[in-house]
């Protein structure tokens, strides 16, 4: 009958840490679904050792995909075999190929699915809430980079099947950002009707009730217990509605809990059965327990199976160390005198999970704390004992005393003074100290996580430890962490900056290599740092982080266009005073005096031109050695920027009860990018400085003398508009066609690349303002009109340099000054006053109206006059007002 019955199916879809879980037992226990996890199916058959399980087994360590028919076939027993008809399958589909096998494997007339249940929740509140969970999960895959692969993967595989179902309009979407209670209301809002319309599930007590009687004359024990178990669960779902009927069940399930415990003693039995033997089977055991539990025998069960974990976690554990010293004898050792320690922490990870995995499991089973403390104290004095074993082994193998002493001399002199010079560590000592910390911080989170564990599965657990415990450990290895990571990130800065040189990022575009280095450093040793879970460890780390880029960082990228590069060039066209082009290379400029049949004498002529391209290949080294600070404080600002955003994020998620980490620092993090930005800007205009500007000024000065005419004809002007000015002409020529800026460009990251146009542009624009009060231009109308079409066209031009920054700003003042010219009279000035007066002074407006030769002088004069007045007005009510 069960196989035949109906299915009413909801999927539970949604982001790592949306909640999924919470909100299905809260489902469970209010509207009595099914909840099943395709996962925990999986897991379970794994491990019944049945023919599909040991093809799951096999499957999984051969790293292959389990065939979704067999995740299919799972789900479709664990239907059948509940009797019931409404379920909740969690975390399924994953992908298409999961909705793909569903259709066409579950028959629609029997597994008809309702729709999706949708948390949608922002990812920064799921990384959040896992990093949160990461402190006490005991899961060593709830750390940021995980976490975040589980994102990309569930946006990639999840999300289009959510969209499938949204096309049909089967998304029950739920806002997940909220508390669980009031996701929970809008959850039970959103399928209440779904429920109601649901008959069985308002018959689920009495047939449970009827199942339950069935059981109890069979003397069927697991189905006595089932039947229990949703009795209360459907008493506990229908409590807040009727009053009466609601008493009535309570009763009935009090009777049918006294009845159930004349079970007991069957219980116990199969308990002690389960328990008996060399070879215990620890789930058989697990299910025999948790059947005392549900027939209120747990007190009188705890004092056997506690017993029985306990001798096998402890056999397990002392497996576990001789497994560990086997290792040990067997590892190879390298040339450095270390032996491959990868099997200490993988031991470590291994043991300690298996302590938490049975433990939740307990506590899954009973909440009784006096029963989950008798049951579960000896499983941790196990594996507790034999992990401070296996810690000590390898802190014995790592040498961390002798790394830890060592460290320590660095630290007690001034980080900034002690690595002055070019004495540098070693790579093999640097590479050795990066695997140490890699292995201690990831030891340092699997038994903090550990230790938090303890706390939430049961008050108190763990506390008989005294000083030799836990925590004192962790405190102990956090110290030797914290001083050996300040020592490899001070030592690996240093080395970076002293064997830095150029390095090509793309095809003729150099940076330094400390870049690279030390952001890989800085990045690392972070995230180690936060693998630590602890506020004060991170917050110590970054300080070292920040230290290093002020002290040694910093001054390694000013100093860049001072450091004898050499870095290799493209040849160049240099212009001679002539104006002619030579194509000249670092390689074309020797002279070859060994030719046979030539003379030994060198002419007069030979040795200038050698001097001549000397003098042009030291110019040239030194432009890309200003080119490379450029592109290295680039991107230095831009990595800097990123670990800034990646603390801050860290920082709130894992500490929101914390000072915030970036508001604890001696140098702000911002400061440091701001520095870098200031290089950018302030090299940009020392590459402006060696010939673009000086040049740009003086054509456009001698062309708005000898060329430029603004006092038009309407013909002239017509003209311009169909052939081009003599000023956009020049600004083709010498802007937009430049050489030496097309080498810039093809030489520079792309936004400083854009500082320097934008800076060649203010540059420009300025030269034209200043050429055109220099020379009072005198202009009419028209001239004035055809000014701003120029400069209009001039800001179009410049921008196609650019296309992704916006060059407005560095017109500003030549449209107020083209404004100016273009004005219908004089005295329209004043209309304007207060925006032209932002940019341009008195003088320079007095200057522009005079330019106009179509103002009569007069209207010029009292124009300047009034204007005058309202600028002294205006500066004494300034000066009067109070501060």
Known sequence: MSAALTKKILFVLGGPGAGKGTQCSKLVEKFGFVHLSAGDLLREERQSGSANGELIDRMIKEGQIVPVKITLSLLQQAMNRSGRDLFLIDGFPRNFDNLQGWQEEMAEDEFQVQGVLFYDCPESVMEERLMERGKTSGRTDDNAEAIRKRFRTYLDSTMPVIMYYEKQDKVFKVDATPGPDEVFEATSALIGPLVADNTHATMSFEESMTTFYVAFAEQQLDQVCQALGDMRVSAQRSSSGDADAAAVRNEMLRACELKAQGLQTSALEQLKQACAGADVDVDAALIAFARCSALGAAWDAAPRFSSCLETIFATQARASLDRVRGSKQTAKVNENG???????????????????????????VTSDAQVLQQV???????????????????????????????????????????????????????????????????????????????????????????????????????????????????????????????????????????????????????????????????????????????????PAIMALPSRPYVIPLIPTNATTASGSNVTRSSSTTRLDTEAEGEQNDVSFSDMLLQAVDEDLERSLQEEARLIMTINSAFMSGEFIHALHEKINAFSRAGFPNDAPILECLPTPIHEMSEAFRSIVANEVQEVLSRSLRKRLSLVIQRQMDEQLQYVLTSTQYDAFGSQGSPLLQLVEQEVIKNRELRRYERALCSAPFEDLVEAVTQDLTSCVERALLVSRKP??????LQLEREVTDMLARTSTLVPQKSLRAAFTRLFQVVFILNLMQPSHVLDYLASVREELSVETITTLLRMRVDFKQQDVVRAVEQMTKVDVKNAASKTSAPH
């Open 376 to 554: 579960l104290s000896p499983i941790h004095s196990s594996s507790a004992e034999i992990a401070l074993q296996i810690v000590q082994m390898y802190a014995g193998d790592a040498r961390m005393v002798a790394w830890e002493r060592r460290a320590n001399a660095q630290a007690q002199r001034d980080p900034r003074q002690a690595l002055e010079g070019d004495d540098v560590e070693a790579d093999e000592s640097l590479q050795m100290m990066d695997l140490f910390l890699d292995e201690l911080a990831f030891i340092i989170r699997v038994l903090v996580s550990y230790t938090a564990f303890l706390t939430t599965v049961c008050e108190g657990l763990g506390r008989q430890d005294g000083s030799d415990g836990f925590q004192i450990k962790v405190q102990e290895l956090s110290g030797v962490y914290l001083v050996l990571e300040r020592f490899y990130v001070f030592q690996s800065v240093h080395k970076a900056t002293a064997i830095a040189e150029p390095q090509e990022l793309e095809q003729g575009v150099y940076v330094s290599s400390v870049v690279e280095d030390v952001s890989f450093v800085l990045n690392k040793a972070f995230f180690r740092a936060s693998q630590c879970m602890s506020y004060h460890t991170t917050l110590s780390i970054v300080i070292a982080l920040v230290d290093a880029l002020e002290s040694q960082y910093l």
């Open 779 to 784: 202009c009419n109308d028209l001239g004035a």
């Open 338 to 364: 270390y032996i491959d320690r990868a099997f200490y922490v993988e031991a470590l990870s291994e043991l300690l999970t298996g302590a938490t995995d049975i433990m939740n499991a307990v506590a899954d």
